[in-house]
């Protein structure tokens, strides 16, 4: 891929990451949030956290798909970080405009409200991912440790997975599609790994 | 009671109706673009950028009275949100949903059947109930489970008129509300496992109790399809979807009825599901609430036990443990 163009994908994924924060920062400045602001920036920042995820996700069995598509590995940690950056911003939201920065009132949902636990843990989940997210903490750790620490991303994916799904009343079917798309992109793996080694034994 | 018309407004003072749903469409328009954009990855809502759909409208005024029985002292919820902001899982189960998918619920021809234990099984005509009783502006407070709330100035009459009218036998100790359910109008079904028609009820007392009110409008107009058209009732001191909406029939029982939200989360949704601070969802914390209307950084206050009616209600709940009876 020329050089330019890969820089032009950078920019424009640049771009698309930062587009759902900076919706919510016109909103804020025009007071033009919906009827129900803290609800909006609550639910957009969770959204946009787990949608980056998956898209994250998505890279490994999309290259695997054809040696064409190597490049898209440039694009994992700028969506990770991002999708880090967001669920930061979803934990700040709740710490804020919900508990009020109350520690006693953090605590007590953290340990009674089954679905906040799953969404710190979540988060608790991608911090080490951020932290050694640099091409310093690459080396340090080697790629084999490097790649260890990094299966946690499954577990975070489907922790967020659950945290919606025990955020939603009893009935309602909202993240549904999410989960459909993060299920096939966590079976994706271990099938092309199968198909792999058929390909393997049958050459 | 004072019989008479709030004072006129001149009529230069009055947005022309163009005008204001222009003001209405392009707040709507905006709010779906910043939300068709915030979820830029779902390429499904990128169409209603570019043509915003037009939620229906009531508009019909109502000829009402002041009413003693009005709560003072609030900032009332803009129409705009009180029409834009709303649960209606059978027009889908997104906030802004209902005023989009409403569109579709016809509210003539409309009756309320009322059945089970009354003298005689009868029918009433929709434009029979708006000329029972004259219709009273009451403001209240609305406060919804998810720990929100509205201040909305509801037109209609205390239900217990209508329940008058209705002959219960002696027998009737609850009374179960049933609403509209029509799967070829309210084609969203799909997004959640809830089964139709909408069921509430309430405890005879509680339905006698003159808070209670049979609802026709909302800011002196009649109710937009979103709100429940053309007729539900509001129960000011417990949570909102104890306030069912679009009700098509009464049925007057001696055992306590089946409840949607209760058969959908019995450990979530009780019965009473009065307002209680003290009392937490299993999800979440009662004690406080946002106010709908407020910037994020204003918007949560403290909850109010029977949200601030209990002068009125809390003699119904006396030696009972409102823990159990939640």
């Keep these: 891929m020329k050089r330019s163009t890969l820089i032009l994908l950078k920019v424009f994924t640049w771009l698309a990451c930062l587009w759902p924060l900076g919706l919510l920062l016109l909103g804020a400045i025009n007071n033009n949030l919906g009827a129900d602001p803290t609800a909006t920036i609550t639910f957009a920042t969770g959204l946009a956290t787990l949608r980056l995820l998956t898209i994250s996700l998505a890279i490994t069995p999309l290259r695997r798909l054809s040696p064409r598509l190597g490049w898209l590995i440039k ?22 405009l919900y508990a009020g920065f109350d520690v006693n009132t953090m605590a007590t949902d953290i340990a009674k409200r089954r679905y906040i636990t799953a969404g710190v843990a979540a988060w608790l989940l991608l911090l080490p991912l951020a932290a050694t997210s640099t091409n310093w903490a690459i080396r340090k750790l080697g790629g084999k440790r490097w790649n260890r620490l990094h299966k946690l991303v499954y577990l975070a994916a489907v922790c967020g997975v659950i945290h919606y799904w025990w955020q939603v009343k009893p009935g309602v079917l909202t993240p549904m599609t999410m989960t459909l798309i993060l299920a096939v992109l966590l079976a994706a793996r271990p099938i092309q790994a199968w198909m792999q080694r058929r390909k393997a034994r049958a050459a | 009671m004072l019989i008479g018309k709030p004072p006129d407004i001149p009529s230069s003072e009055i947005t022309p109706q163009d005008q204001y749903n222009q003001y209405l469409n392009r707040r709507r328009f905006l709010r779906t673009a910043a939300s068709t954009a915030v979820a830029a990855l779902g390429v499904e809502r990128l169409a209603e950028v570019f043509s915003p759909r037009i939620a229906a409208q009531a508009g019909t005024k109502l000829q009402t009275v002041k009413s003693p029985l009005t709560t003072t002292g609030e900032q009332l919820t803009s129409f705009e949100d009180i029409t834009h902001y709303n649960n209606f899982y059978e027009f889908g189960v997104e906030k802004d949903q209902p005023a989009k998918n409403a569109g579709g619920l016809l509210t003539r021809p409309w009756t309320v059947r009322i059945e089970g234990k009354v003298k005689q099984p009868k029918t009433f005509d929709i434009d029979a109930l708006l000329k029972l009783r004259p219709l009273e502006d009451r403001v209240y407070r609305h406060r919804c489970v998810e720990a929100w709330s509205m201040v909305i100035p509801w037109v209609g009459y205390s239900l217990s008129e209508f329940i008058n009218q209705c002959d219960p036998l002696p027998s009737a100790k609850y009374v179960q509300f049933l609403s509209y359910y029509d799967k070829h109008v309210e084609k969203w079904a799909g997004q959640s496992t809830i089964s139709w028609p909408y069921s509430e009820g309430l405890r005879m007392d509680e339905a006698m109790n003159p808070l209670t009110l049979l609802t026709f409008g909302l800011y002196g107009e009649v109710l937009p399809n979103q709100d429940g058209a053309p007729v539900r009732i509001v ?5 909102g979807f104890k306030s069912a909406k679009s009700i098509v029939a009464l049925r007057f029982l001696d055992k306590q009825p089946p409840t949607t939200w209760n058969d959908q989360g019995p450990s979530e949704y009780g019965f009473y599901s009065n307002v209680n601070p003290n009392v937490d969802h299993p999800r979440w914390s009662q004690k406080t609430e946002r106010r709908i209307g407020q910037p994020f950084y204003a918007q949560r206050r403290t909850t109010l036990m029977f949200n601030g009616y209990g002068d009125q209600v809390a003699s119904l709940y006396n030696g009972m443990d409102l823990r159990r009876n939640f």
């Design chain 1, 75 to 96: 694009f994992r940690r700028l969506l990770g970080l991002f999708a880090f950056f967001y669920a930061t911003l979803h934990l700040l939201t709740y710490v804020a």
């Design chain 2, 235 to 239: 129960v000011p001191w417990k949570y």
